[in-house]
């Protein structure tokens, strides 16, 4: 069973940054894909980024593209996300979530079995 713990979440005012991390119970999920998505309120869950089990590839959605970086460190079993230039529309429950599916559906939360309880992002203008 894979346990899943968002930190790192709270209040940026616009422009600014903020850095996720989410760290996994076992050192097994060094094999899975990892991703994060984000909720907004009255909104359905949206795909933020994934990275590969070797960290090698990275995918973005288009909304964070060039302002957020998803990145690993299967040594102390964590997973990353650096954002940059935040927005409000930013505003929402980040998730962290690990997946042993097929990269090219890494942007489906479907393709998730093991979610984290979430952290609120709030960015202020």
């Known amino acids: 069973q894979v346990q899943l713990v968002e930190s790192g979440g709270g209040l940026a005012q616009a422009g600014g940054s903020l850095r996720l991390s989410c760290a996994a119970s076992?050192?097994?999920?060094?094999?899975?894909?990892m991703g994060w998505f984000r909720q907004a309120s009255g909104k359905d869950r949206e795909f933020v980024a994934s990275v590969t089990a070797s960290g090698l590839r990275t995918s973005y959605g288009d909304s964070v593209k060039g302002r957020f970086t998803i990145s690993r460190d299967n040594a102390n079993n964590m997973v990353y996300l650096q954002m940059n230039s935040l927005k409000p529309e930013d505003t929402a429950v980040y998730f962290c979530a690990a997946s042993r599916g097929d990269y090219a559906d890494s942007a489906n939360p479907h393709l998730y079995g093991y979610w984290g309880q979430g952290t609120q992002v709030t960015v202020s203008s």
């Open positions: 076992v050192r097994a999920v060094s094999s899975y894909i």
